[in-house]
């Protein structure tokens, strides 16, 4: 999120916007990235259990994963515009669980949106949280396309180091204090 760590409503929907797949663009990223059959091949597509041709999934993770970086962006704009500062976003650690639930098809139109359903403090990075997102696909037909489980991190605002570690930052930048350590063990 491009809001501050302390700033993030839990269970706040943000639609990220949609797109509409073609016939011609799903094969196109299928010939360069995923060229099975039923994604390159509209004709052998037909007789595939598919039905015919559908988009490769990481075709749907990507537009999605477009959607959501260009929303980013624009939520960083709308707060500069408002006098804010926005927050920092950070990169994710992973993703938790990713499932394509029905296929796209030349013609679909799909919408995505994304919600934070949780946040804490990370245990391993001072000054960062977690955050815990799913990231939703659905269809112009109301059908989930696509659901993720994805964390991520964001900067917190008001974190003020503990003395403890700006001491163990300082000494880490001492030249051959780590090699005397080293020695002495």
């Keep these: 999120m491009t809001r501050w760590y302390e700033d993030i409503t839990l269970d706040e929907?943000?639609?990220?916007?949609?797109?509409?797949f073609s016939e011609a663009e799903i094969i196109r990223f299928a010939k360069l990235y995923d060229p099975q059959y039923f994604h390159a091949d509209p004709e052998a597509a037909r007789h595939s259990h598919?039905?015919?041709?559908?988009?490769s999934g990481w075709h749907t993770v990507t537009i999605g994963?477009?959607?959501?970086?260009?929303?980013?962006?624009?939520?960083?704009?709308?707060?500069?515009?408002?006098?804010?500062?926005?927050?920092?976003?950070?990169?994710?650690?992973?993703?938790?669980?990713?499932?394509f639930k029905a296929p796209v098809r030349p013609g679909d139109v799909v919408s995505y949106t994304l919600t934070v359903t949780g946040?804490?403090?990370?245990n391993s990075i001072p000054g960062w949280g977690?955050?815990?997102?799913?990231?939703?696909?659905?269809?112009?037909?109301?059908?989930?396309?696509?659901?993720?489980e994805l964390v991520g991190f964001s900067k917190l605002r008001d974190y003020k180091m503990p003395l403890r570690l700006k001491a163990l930052a300082a000494l880490s930048r001492v030249p051959g204090l780590q090699s005397l350590l080293q020695r002495a063990r």
């Design 13 to 20: 929907a943000f639609p990220l916007g949609d797109h509409s």
């Design 50 to 55: 598919f039905g015919g041709l559908v988009a």
């Design 65 to 99: 994963h477009r959607l959501m970086v260009d929303a980013l962006f624009a939520e960083g704009e709308r707060l500069r515009g408002l006098g804010e500062e926005p927050g920092v976003s950070g990169p994710s650690p992973g993703v938790n669980k990713m499932q």
């Design 119 to 122: 946040k804490r403090p990370s």
């Design 130 to 148: 977690l955050l815990f997102n799913q990231l939703d696909a659905v269809n112009q037909r109301g059908e989930l396309v696509y659901h993720a």
